[in-house]
Every structure is written in structure tokens, then in C-alpha cells.
Nanobody, 114 residues
Framework: VQLQASGGGLVQPGGSLRLSCAASRSIFSIREMGWYRQAPGKQRELVATIFSIGNTNYGDSVKGRFTISRDNAKNTVDLQINSLKSEDTAVYHC?????????WGQGTLVTVSS
């Protein structure tokens, strides 16, 4: 599965962005999709994941501000990011777990700065 992430950019604190990740094939049977992020000098961390039955999981630092969704018809997984903070600055990577295989997109940069 190839993944193409988009939607990153420069935004002011308190602003919003919507990230989208498009898969190269049908995601209908894919159990888990999600987003991770990596800030400069830090380890990659969980942002959010969504499972085929619709349940979701969020990292503690983004709960209440970020919302993950998937569209099986469009083969996309989106991340709505609200109330952005400077500490949300990072490269955001989408991921797909298909059975035992793990796939990563190339990442999209989100910069939060005034």
C-alpha cells in the first residue's frame, strides 16, 4: 500500500488544519489506519488511530483537539486538527497496518507559529 499525505502547512496558534492521507488501494479490509508525528529531536509518537469497526485511539496530548476519520469509499484517512499549539509542530506521518505489514506515508509538515 502506498500512502500520500497532504494538508500540512504554516498555521498560527489556535488555528486549524485538515490532513488527508490517500491510499493506493481499497482500505475496506484494512484493520488499522492512523497518524503519528515526529518533532525535531524527538521520537515518533502516536497521534491517532482508527480501526475498521470505527473505534479510535488518541495520544494524550491531542485528545479533545484532534479528530480522526476514515472514508472507505475514497480510501482516505483524515485528521482534523483544531486549537493548534506550538508543540504540535512536527512532521505528521500516516500509517496503515494491513495484517502483519506496516506501511508509512512520506509525511506532511505542520508548523505552528505566530
Amino acid at each position: 500500500v502506498q500512502l500520500q499525505a497532504s494538508g500540512g502547512g504554516l498555521v498560527q496558534p489556535g488555528g486549524s488544519l485538515r490532513l488527508s492521507c490517500a491510499a493506493s488501494r481499497s482500505i475496506f479490509s484494512i484493520r488499522e489506519m492512523g497518524w503519528y508525528r515526529q518533532a525535531p529531536g524527538k521520537q515518533r509518537e502516536l497521534v491517532a488511530t482508527i480501526f475498521s469497526i470505527g473505534n479510535t485511539n488518541y495520544g494524550d496530548s491531542v485528545k479533545g483537539r484532534f479528530t480522526i476519520s476514515r472514508d472507505n469509499a475514497k480510501n482516505t484517512v483524515d485528521l482534523q486538527i483544531n486549537s493548534l499549539k506550538s508543540e504540535d509542530t512536527a512532521v505528521y506521518h500516516c500509517m496503515v497496518r494491513d495484517g502483519t505489514a506496516l506501511y508509512w506515508g512520506q509525511g506532511t509538515l505542520v508548523t505552528v507559529s505566530s
